[in-house]
């Protein structure tokens, strides 16, 4: 069953009828009020008769975590014993123990599938120089060369745009584009590549990166207002000074809705706008300047805001996006590759990018893995978020497919070989996980990216350098 790609008003759908039921409730519904449009999530009122725990129609989700500027590779790999490493490839073997910096992610274990030996050739310079970071990220969907052309790009579709070309039609939004630092279009960032592939692994054809939002207060808003610009802003500045909710603009509707639903899902409807509500308050306490007492020059910019909590914030959004249903596909850039972000928090005194030039240094390894861990806290959180957010019968992790990487495997050399890959499986994601999966030396990732398409529901078709779909078994 195809849903329904439009969404309904509870006034269209409720206005004076009997108590909802499948019929009356479709997974588009929505509360609209003074400009607002906020998703609903999965509710029972949602499924048919025959199977009132289930969803309307089974649904997959794909999530990208990009990281900049590779990993301490040591604290990433899994040891290979002798006997397994003699085995014909690809070989799977069970993942036992976790590796130092995947220790996060312990209590998904089980789901986890540790990916070795994939790599991304068209961030290799392969004739084109140095410039690797811009390649990184911009080759990590795409598997297409970028060249240098005084800042002109010239790359391809990534697949999470694939899917969107394809899948994304049954959602508002198609594909969802963040990342915790701004990305830019236009001037040089590396080496004389383009400044826009260094801030972007979304990218929707050859010439044109996905618009990636680094603001989470316009995530929040194109979330919750069906993406209007211009009168986002405008609502967000009159809600901020009447500190109202974006709930308390469809209050009425709400009401409406409760009057015909059951307990559970009144409970449900409850449980939503109380963390509607707790992600609001983080993003109006992030976004204010507490500056009583304090010297005007340490004052901090609007949007300033320490990487675990604007981490959280974007995780927080991408769950409610997911659980709302208003997207199934998502990217986030944890950084921009080549970043020199400072990290006070975990005592790196230099920035990330030039801490990844380590030169076999103890302390700047140490360093880098610091880094490394805080990212992959981050991950684990929002993962963990993922989880514990109920659709019926299951979690909306159950349904996801949430990989973790970069586009370098280790910073110091700029390997683009054995890249760092960590796919959290959901149980109903079609995919089976706590293993590592060990595949021949340059084998595209492109083919991993084609799996996990499939299992989305997208035709099979080349992408970028892809040689095949990569086998999970």
Partial sequence: MTEPRED????????????????HLPRRA?????????ALPWLEAMATASAPLRPVAPTRRLLYVYAPNGVHVERWRTPVAEEEARRPLPRSERLKELPSLLSPLEGFRKRLLLLRGLTQDKARANGDGPGDHARAAAAYLTGVQPLKSEGQVALGQSADQRAAQEVGGRTRIRALALGLEA????????????????????????TTPAAKESDPQRVFDRLFRGGDPGRSAEARERRAAERR????FVREETRRLERRLGAQDRARIDEYQTGLRELERQLAF???????G???????????LAFAQKADLMGGLIRLAFETDVTRIATLMLGNEGSSRRYPEVGAREGHHALSHHKGDPEK????????????????????GLESTREGGASVLDRAMVVYGSGIADGNRHDHHDLPVAVVAGRKSGLRGGRVVSYARNTPLNNLHLALLERLGVEPAPLGDSTGTLSLA
Avoid: K
């Fill in 245 to 248: 909710s974006v709930l308390d």
């Fill in 30 to 38: 929505v509360l609209r009020g003074a400009g607002t449009l906020v």
């Fill in 294 to 304: 304090v010297p005007d020059d340490a004052r901090p910019e609007r949007g300033q």
């Fill in 286 to 292: 992030g976004s204010a300047a507490h500056v009583e």
């Fill in 183 to 206: 990305g830019r279009q236009s001037g040089q960032c590396d080496s004389g590549y383009s400044c826009a592939y260094s801030g972007h692994i979304s990218w929707q054809s050859a």
């Fill in 365 to 384: 390894l140490a360093q880098i893995a610091a880094i490394n861990g805080l990212h992959m806290e981050a991950f684990a959180r929002l993962v963990q």
């Fill in 8 to 23: 309904h008003s509870i006034e269209e759908l409720t206005g004076g009828g009997p108590r909802v039921s499948a019929a």
